[in-house]
Structure formats: C-alpha cells, structure tokens
C-alpha cells in the first residue's frame, strides 16, 4: 500500500515562494505518474500539477503555468513543487497524488489513485 506524506506548506506573503515536497513509502511508485492538486476553503479539489513517470512531461492548470515546477526523484521516491510569486488565490491544502494510470488528472477517474493527507499553504497580502 503506498502512502504519501507532504510537506512543506506555511505562510507566506504574497510574491514569496514555497517548495512542497511530497515522499512516497510502502512501495515504489518509479512507474507511476505523479500529480499535485489543491483544495481552497469553500471550493472544490483542483489540478494543479502533474508530471510523467519518467519525468519527461509535465502538465500545468492554467492558474499555476509559468509560477509553479513540478519535478521528481524516482530514486528517492519523492515529487516536488516549487512555486513562485505566490497570490492569495493560491491558499489551498495541497495534495500529492501518485497515479498508476498516468492520466487520471485529466480523465477525472481517480479510482486506483493514492493521495496524501495534505499540506497547507496559506498566502497572505
């Protein structure tokens, strides 16, 4: 059974940045894709970002693209994402997800999908 621990999360001010770190234990997930979504107070769970099992391709909502990098170390069975230029928007519980499948960020089936407990981000003005 994989389990999924995320770390990272804080307060920051508006502009800052964070890197979330997401480590994976109970099994190895080298074949799996591996995403970040987020929930915010109120609102429903949201892509965020998603990168291949090998690390060659990467996905991004349109509302992260060109502030946050998702990368990975199969190796150390750990995904990262580095955001820059915080916004308020961005406060959410953030959420690691290893996908055997690859592709559920963008089918929506999430059946299979393990899923951490979350890391909370709060930016402030």
């Known amino acids: 059974q994989v389990q999924l621990v995320e770390s990272g999360g804080g307060l920051v001010q508006a502009g800052g940045s964070l890197r979330l770190s997401c480590v994976a234990s109970g099994g190895t997930v080298s074949s799996y894709g591996m995403d970040w979504f987020r929930r915010a107070p109120g609102k429903e769970r949201e892509f965020v970002a998603a990168?291949?099992?090998?690390?060659?391709?990467?996905y991004y909502a349109g509302s992260v693209k060109g502030r946050f990098t998702i990368s990975r170390d199969s190796a150390e069975n750990t995904v990262w994402l580095q955001m820059n230029n915080l916004k308020p928007e961005d406060t959410a519980v953030y959420y690691c997800a290893a996908d055997p499948y690859g592709n559920s960020w963008a089918t929506g089936e999430y059946s299979g999908v393990y899923w951490g407990k979350g890391t909370l981000v709060t930016v402030s003005l």
């Open positions: 990168i291949s099992w090998n690390g060659g391709s990467t």
